[in-house]
Every structure is written in C-alpha cells, then in structure tokens.
C-alpha cells in the first residue's frame, strides 16, 4: 500500500536509529543469522529497512564478503541509509533501493534470503507481500520476519493517578492516527505480530521447516545483569519518544488531522516524561517487559 504520509515525516532516521541503539546488539547477532539461515556469501534482502539500522547490524555479522540490500519506499530513510554506510565504511556489501515492497525491483528467483525487521506487521496486506517475497526468493532460500513483543503495563503509581488515564486517552488518539493515516495494521494500536497467526500465514503459503524464536530478552524485568544497560536505554528512549511527539506537535496539518489539541501533545510529552523518569529512579523493573521474535522458514524446493 501507499501511506498517505511518509513513516520519516513521523519518525525522523535519527530517532529511528536511536530506538534501535540497543536492540541490534552484537552479542546477539550469530544467534539472529542462524534463526534466519543467511550465510556467507549469501544475497540478502532487508525489507521495509528504513534507514538500515537492520541491513547495516546484519551485514555487520555476515562480513565484508557479503551482498545485502535495503529496500524501502522512504526516499528520506534510503538517503540517509545511503549516508550511514559511507560512514560506517559497508558500502562494498550494502545497497538501498527506493522501491515498494509490494513490487520488488528483483527476478524471479534471484535471492537467497529475504527478511524483514517490523515491516510485515505494519503492512494490510501480508499475503500479498509474503508471495511477492517468494516470487524473488530462490527454491529452498530461507524467508523471516521479526518484531517486538510487547508486554506493558503501566507504573503501579498510574493506579490512583488520573492523569495517566488522561495519557492512555490521548495515546489513543495518536495510535488512531498512525492506523488511519500511517499503517492500517499497526502494532502501535495493539495489533501486534500474532506469532501463531503469522506462522500460519506462512504454513498456508507452503513455506517449509517454519520455526519461532526469541532474541534481544535486554529487558527481561528482574534480570539486574542489564541494569546499567537498560537506565541508558530508558535515557535514549526518552529522548526518541520527546522527539517524535515533538515532530508531531511542530507540525499543524497533523494535529488537525490527529484531531489532538496542541495542550494535549504537551500533557502526553509531559507524562511520558514523568513515566520514563519514574523507571529510571527505580531499580525494579517490574511492569514493562519486551522482547523481540523472529519466525522464520524455507521456501519449498
Ligand atoms: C517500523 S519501520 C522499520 C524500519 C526498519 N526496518 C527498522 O526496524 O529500523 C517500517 C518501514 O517500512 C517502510 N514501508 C512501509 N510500507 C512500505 C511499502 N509498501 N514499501 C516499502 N517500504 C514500506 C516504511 O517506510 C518504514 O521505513
């Protein structure tokens, strides 16, 4: 599908690379290329890549030999995708192309591995995607997709406080928003990955030896060895979600369209700003737990 606005116009690439400092972690990477059976050598292909924080962590772990490519329909996402791996110095094994995921710009049979990382659960129509995955996907390559899972629920100080309530309503509004305007599917409405329902979108398509695992348990709730690691991550995330809302509240056209006051946006700031505070002066971890998935499997030989 064509979104009416573009998902950089949202989130710009910095916040986006931000919200994916941590969770491309490197002591996961090996475990994440086995679960999706990309090899050296191999030509992959990352979907819905944004601005690459995806396709750059995989290259990354796959070597310099290897031969990635970034597609999304962002012009903003691949150009500063296009500068990151300048920089970053992947610009012998990674290309980012400008093109709708629905129409890929490949042949028949052309790619060894075809993944996504949060694309397929933002799209209305995954079958149509996943076929044209398989179309360019060679017999036997192996196919994924991964996304978070989340598991939230608010401090137990947002019990008995109204204003929280308050911030659930204007949430709300936002989500509706991203739903209507952005992704008809998205997670943020609380259409999250269905990992069965994806799995079985995958068996009824015949992908073969389909499996389901988990990576990226930073922010398993009690686990105090990430303790550091999870107040630095709360710190940035603060900072995305500031940023995002502040692009939003920057810019009128979205407000009327969101149908949110501009005071509303700057309780919500407020609130999430108290929120994360509040996490970060407590050392228990108690309410919010998340990880990320990754199903996976082959297309039939
Ligand atoms: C949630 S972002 C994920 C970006 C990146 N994979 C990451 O995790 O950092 C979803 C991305 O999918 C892209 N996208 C959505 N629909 C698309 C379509 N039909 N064709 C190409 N890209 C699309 C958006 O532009 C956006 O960059």
Redesign the pocket.
Known sequence: ???QF???KI?PPET??S??KYIFNDDLLPSLIKYIGVKKGDKLV??????????RYLAKGLGKECEVIG????RQ?IEYAQKKVVEEDLVDCIDFIE????NLPFEDETIDSIT????LI??DNPDR?IKEELRVLKKGGSISTSTFLFNYYPPSRAINNPEFDQLLKIQQKVYKFYKDHI?PRSFLEGNELNIYLMMKRYKNLNIQDIQINGFFPLFSPDDYRNKDIRRQWLKEQLAVHSNDIKVILSNQEYLAICGIEENELNLALKLLEERYHYELDNTTYIFTNSMEVIISGKKAN
């Open positions: 599908m064509t979104s573009e998902w950089s989130q986006i690379e919200s994916r990352d979907l819905g890549c944004g601005t690459g924080t995806f396709t597609v999304d329909s962002d996402y093109s709708d995921v629905y996504d990382h949060t694309l933002n799209l995607f992704f």
